[in-house]
């Protein structure tokens, strides 16, 4: 006599849902993973509850298909919106600061980058005097040149009059 098969579909979930996360792993776009979890919840618990084998793969597919427009897209969404893309190479040296290096001579000079490293620079505009030492800003980049201008000076503090006093 042949053994009722439908005995041992518990296996087959529990390996159709293994498969499912194997395949997520490799591909990592959500959809797999919801297919696995219809597997376990729909197929494997209606199984579990004794369900027939056509109630068991309707469970299965309801829940995938639930899980697949319900929850993939809130996971997609969280997923892009933690992942801001990063400037690299020469598009993370614009708006960086630097120091004067070289004095600018016919608007051609040396500058350190707040990166460490030292590049030949270009002073966008009139020159108002640069010294060594002084703070310049990126605001192109030309081949092996950054094309720079002086940085902005953060305000002074101001004291206080002698009317006025800080709330301590």
């Known amino acids: 006599m042949l053994p009722d098969l439908t005995q041992y579909l518990w296996i087959v979930w529990l390996v159709l849902a293994l498969l499912f996360v194997i395949i997520e792993l490799l591909t990592l776009e959500f959809t797999f993973l919801m297919l696995a979890g219809g597997t376990l919840i729909g197929?494997?618990?209606?199984?579990?509850?004794?369900?027939?084998?056509?109630?068991?793969?309707?469970?299965?597919?309801?829940?995938?298909?639930?899980?697949?427009?319900?929850?993939?897209?809130?996971?997609?969404?969280a997923l892009h919106r933690s992942s801001q893309p990063q400037p690299t190479?020469?598009?993370?040296?614009?708006?960086?600061?630097?120091?004067?290096?070289?004095?600018?001579?016919?608007?051609?000079?040396?500058?350190?980058?707040?990166?460490?490293?030292?590049?030949?620079?270009?002073?966008?505009?009139?020159?108002?005097?640069?010294?060594?030492?002084?703070r310049v800003v990126v605001t192109a980049v030309r081949g092996a040149t950054v094309e720079v201008a002086p940085a902005e000076a953060p305000p002074l503090p101001t004291d206080p009059t002698p009317g006025e006093r800080s709330a301590d």
Do not use: M
């Open 89 to 134: 190479n020469v598009d993370a040296l614009y708006g960086l600061g630097a120091r004067v290096l070289a004095p600018f001579t016919d608007a051609a000079g040396s500058v350190k980058l707040d990166n460490g490293e030292t590049w030949t620079a270009r002073l966008i505009g009139p020159d108002p005097g640069l010294d060594v030492g002084s």
């Open 43 to 77: 197929g494997l618990g209606v199984d579990l509850l004794g369900g027939a084998w056509w109630a068991q793969v309707l469970a299965a597919a309801a829940i995938a298909a639930l899980l697949l427009f319900t929850i993939r897209p809130l996971l997609l969404r």
